[in-house]
C-alpha cells in the first residue's frame, strides 16, 4: 500500500493495491494522462474551466474515466489523511 506525506502527517491509502511494481505500470502513455489530470486541475483551480467543457457526458470516455478515477484517489489520500489527523487527536500528538 503506499504511504504518504503530508504537513508531518504519514498515512496510508488502503484501497490502492497492485500485484506488481507501480513502477512498472507508468507507460509514456498513462504518464501523459497523469500530466494532462494535473494540468486540468490547475486550470479548474484557476479559471473554473474544464478542458471539455462544464456538460461531462460530451466529454471523451476515456478523458471521463481519468477524471473519475483521478478524483478517487485524491478522495482517498484526503480520507486517510483526515483518519490520521483524527488519530493523533484522539492521542493528543
Request: glycine share 6%; net charge negative.
Amino acid at each position: 500500500m503506499p504511504q504518504y506525506e503530508s504537513g508531518g502527517l504519514r498515512f496510508r491509502v488502503e484501497d490502492i493495491t497492485a500485484n506488481e511494481c507501480p513502477v512498472s505500470l507508468i507507460t509514456s502513455k498513462t504518464m501523459w494522462l497523469v500530466q494532462l489530470l494535473s494540468k486540468q486541475m490547475r486550470v479548474q483551480r484557476a479559471a473554473s474551466a474544464p478542458l471539455f467543457g462544464p456538460d461531462a457526458s460530451a466529454w471523451p470516455a476515456w478523458w471521463y474515466d481519468a477524471v473519475e478515477t483521478g478524483q478517487h484517489v485524491l478522495d482517498l489520500e484526503e480520507s486517510a489523511a483526515a483518519e490520521e489527523r483524527h488519530r493523533r487527536q484522539q492521542l493528543g500528538v
